[in-house]
Every structure is written in structure tokens, then in C-alpha cells.
């Protein structure tokens, strides 16, 4: 019987919520099929199985929440009868390099069982298609866990890298999230994690919820997944970043006529998709190069300021289980119908649960549009550890003064919410101003960027 655990699924996330299973219990399953999704506070992934064989028992039923490492199924793959089988003849060594075929390095649990090691399904299909046996694979990631560079490293006879060893537990502090994870089930751990926020932030006093049960009836829901990542990074933003808005209004009049001529005369080509997100992309990714200190990130332990030389912009995108952002890389190089066709596949797929973590990091700079929903502004939080954020009005016809006379014009409200830290309102003043400038006229879009 091979039982499998919920794998590391990457950048410190440690748990995840059951959503489909793709195999039944006395079913059977193919190695690399689908085998169950999962969501975590990042994305939906579909995990493979790792082997072929008999679905044994199942662990855990559609909305249960799973920690890493916890066993997930059972799979009857014949290993017993296979155990049993007479020893073959040794073969020849392979190509690997002797010091990595060291039996110090394959993770041993106690009694002398061999325990699998943390990798990614992803990571386990490459050893497999490198002809790697991946519980020899010096691992360089997280809590031991082996890397895709690491496989590629050791298939290539490259020497591995040099691997800080952890702190001691004894030694460790507690962190916070492990008091917080603790504080929901015990008087005696939330008086703990209160002291601690105490401790660390003056004047900060955390009460405990009341019973609001005693008032009338109430459904409680636990925060996981997504809506649990998104309350923690805005937390750490706001506790960290020293938020001021900038806001202006953009004539978008002629913009928005532009717009949907182009938009008809595509119909079923690329750009048919074209929404007023696309121009803003590009005017503020051009606004981003004349004016870095929007394009940067503030490391406050080594008091240093980083600029980006790469324009990678987020867009946030309501997905109905919680808000993600998906970025798209590279945006200084792409047309506006090219980031019209990105921003709609890429918002499909994030509403879908389909979208990969890899398209939801390495953003540089977030924009957020609440237009289509509703409301004249925003002001949004900053993506930490982004030190900028353009939030998006809805576009509404209103009367204004164009050379001494009351005309009715398209006005788009922008709010420019940025880390006082790293920029001054002179700078975000100059930054908007730039930016409606351009979206007031099509054609100075077009040419400026």
C-alpha cells in the first residue's frame, strides 16, 4: 500500500482545502492522472497521482482542509506482492556522481522505512522523465523540499548548493501565525497572541470576540484559502506601509469612442476583448518608466530601496471565491491588443480556479477597477510589498467647462494610493497628471507608449 501525503505545494503554504475528487474509493487510477483539486490561499491546483493502482481508502471529503505532509489516499499499487518477488541481479552503476547515491541522503523515518520526499508533483514528473531517482536529489528549497533545479542539477552532474541549516526547534521563536492558528481554539493562546501584538505594536489592546450567539442566530464559516491569504497581506500592508491618495479625474471622451469602434471592428479576432483596463495598462506602465520610485520596493530591514527595471502590472480580479491578482509580465513589450487578449484569458482563468501561482507573482505595480460593479472611487491598499496602487471609478457622463462653455464629458476617477515612505505628493501628482493626460487622447497613447 503506497499512502500518499499532501505534497509541498510551494511558497510556504501549508494546508489546503478539498474541492473535487477525480477518483472514487475501490476505483482505479493511472499514475500522472488527476487525482484530487485543491485549493489553496493562492490558486486551485489539480495534484496527479503519484502512482498507478487500487484507490484504497479516501482521507478527506470535498471541503475538508488537508495540512501538508498528511496522508490524502491509500493506493494498492501491488508494492507488497512486489516486495516478495525474488532480488534481481544488481545492475550497473549509473551516471549519477557517487556522493549524491549516499544512503545518508535519502529521508529515513524511524523504524527504517524510506519516507518520500517533499517535492511538487511537477518536480516528481521530471526526475521520471530524466530517469532521476528523486530520493537521492539534494534538495535546496524549504523544509528539505527538492526543487525542478535541483533535479536538473543533479541529472547534469552539477554539485549541489551549499544549504543553511535550520534553526534548532528548541531555539526557535514562536511565530505569530502559529500563536494566531492557535488562538481560535484556546482561551489560553489568544491571551498569548494578544500579548505578543501588544507587546510589538503600543497601544494596541486585541479584546476577545464576544458570543454573538447569544444575540440571535449565526452561521460561522472558517477563513481559509484565498479569503485567508487576502487578509493577511492587507493586514501586513496596512500595518506596515504609510498609505497616502492622490486622486484626478481623466477626460477618457475620446478614449472610450476609440475604443469601441475598435473593439466592433474586431469582432472574433484578437483585441475583440478590448476594455478600457488594456489603455491603462499601457499609459501607466509608461508613466512607471519616467517615474521608478512607483515601480520599486521598500526593504525596511536593510533600509534600501529597490527599482525594478522590468514592468510586470496586476489587475485585481473578483473571482467570487476571493481577490486575486493576476499579473501580466512583461508589459512594456506588449501592444494594446495583446494585453486586451491577456487581461481577458487571464481573468477567465482566475474566475475558473484555473489560473497557476506563477501568473500571480511578480507583479510591480497593481491596478483595480470597481466601474464595472459600481462606485464613483476607491480608495484600495497597497500590495505589499508593491509600493503603489491605481484604483479605478466608474466612468460617468458629466457637465464640464471646455473653453469657457458646459460640455458633457466621459470622466474616469483615479486614485493613486502610494507608500509615503518611498514617494512624495509631488511625485504622485506628476504621476496621475501624466497619466490622464494621455488617456484624455487616443492618439498621444498610442505615440507615448
Known amino acids: ?42 490558486a486551485a491546483v489539480t495534484i496527479p497521482s503519484p502512482r498507478g493502482g487500487r484507490i484504497a481508502s479516501l482521507r478527506g471529503k470535498v471541503g475538508d482542509t488537508v495540512n501538508v505532509g498528511a496522508v490524502v489516499v491509500v493506493i494498492d499499487d501491488g508494492a507488497a506482492a512486489e516486495a516478495k518477488a525474488p532480488a534481481k541481479t544488481a545492475s550497473a552503476p549509473t551516471s549519477a556522481p557517487a556522493a549524491a547515491l549516499a544512503p ?28 532521476v531517482d528523486i530520493n537521492v536529489v539534494p534538495a535546496s528549497g524549504p523544509a528539505g523540499r527538492v526543487t525542478p533545479e535541483d533535479v536538473h542539477r543533479f541529472a547534469s552532474g552539477a554539485p549541489a548548493p551549499v544549504v543553511q541549516a535550520p534553526v534548532p526547534a528548541a531555539h526557535a521563536p514562536t511565530p505569530p501565525d502559529h500563536i494566531a492558528a492557535r488562538a481560535v481554539r484556546d482561551d489560553t493562546a489568544f491571551a498569548e497572541f494578544a500579548a505578543h501584538a501588544s507587546a510589538t505594536i503600543p497601544f494596541l489592546e486585541i479584546e476577545p470576540m464576544p458570543d454573538f450567539s447569544h444575540e440571535g442566530p449565526v452561521v460561522v464559516e472558517p477563513l481559509r484559502s484565498i479569503r485567508r491569504k487576502v487578509a493577511r497581506k492587507m493586514v501586513t500592508s496596512m500595518a506596515l506601509v504609510p498609505h497616502v491618495a492622490h486622486m484626478d479625474d ?53 533600509e534600501e530601496i529597490v527599482y525594478k527595471k522590468y514592468y510586470n502590472i496586476g489587475f485585481a480580479a473578483d473571482t467570487g471565491r476571493g481577490l486575486v491578482v493576476p499579473v501580466i509580465h512583461g508589459t512594456d513589450t506588449k501592444s494594446i491588443v495583446q494585453l486586451a487578449d491577456a487581461i481577458a484569458d487571464k481573468a477567465m482563468r482566475a474566475r475558473e480556479g484555473t489560473l497557476p501561482a506563477d501568473e500571480m507573482r511578480g507583479g510591480t505595480f497593481t491596478i483595480t477597477n470597481v466601474g464595472p460593479l459600481g462606485g464613483t472611487a476607491l480608495l484600495a491598499t497597497i500590495n505589499y510589498p508593491e509600493v503603489a496602487i491605481l484604483g479605478m471609478g466608474r466612468v460617468q457622463e458629466k457637465p464640464v467647462v471646455r473653453d469657457g462653455q458646459i460640455v458633457i464629458r466621459k470622466i474616469l476617477p483615479l486614485t493613486l494610493a502610494f507608500d509615503h515612505r518611498v514617494a512624495d505628493g509631488a511625485d504622485a501628482a506628476r504621476f496621475v497628471a501624466e497619466l490622464a493626460r494621455q488617456l484624455s487622447d487616443p492618439n498621444l497613447l498610442l505615440l507615448e507608449t
Open 1 to 42: 500500500m503506497f499512502e500518499f501525503k499532501l505534497p509541498d505545494l510551494g511558497e510556504g503554504i501549508a494546508e489546503g482545502e478539498i474541492l473535487k475528487w477525480h477518483v472514487t474509493e475501490g476505483g482505479t487510477v493511472l499514475e500522472d492522472a488527476p487525482l484530487v483539486d485543491v485549493e489553496t490561499d493562492k
Open 250 to 302: 481623466a477626460d477618457v471622451t475620446d478614449l472610450e469612442a476609440f475604443r469601441l469602434r475598435e473593439r466592433e471592428r474586431r469582432q472574433g479576432g484578437a483585441g475583440s476583448r478590448m476594455t478600457l483596463m488594456a489603455f491603462v495598462i499601457k499609459a501607466v506602465t509608461a508613466g512607471l518608466r519616467a517615474t521608478p520610485a512607483f515601480n520599486a520596493s521598500l526593504d525596511p530591514f536593510r
Open 104 to 131: 545518508a541522503q535519502v529521508p529515513v523515518a524511524p523504524g527504517g522505512p524510506q519516507r518520500p520526499v517533499p517535492a511538487a508533483p511537477a518536480t516528481r514528473r521530471l526526475a521520471r522523465e530524466l530517469k
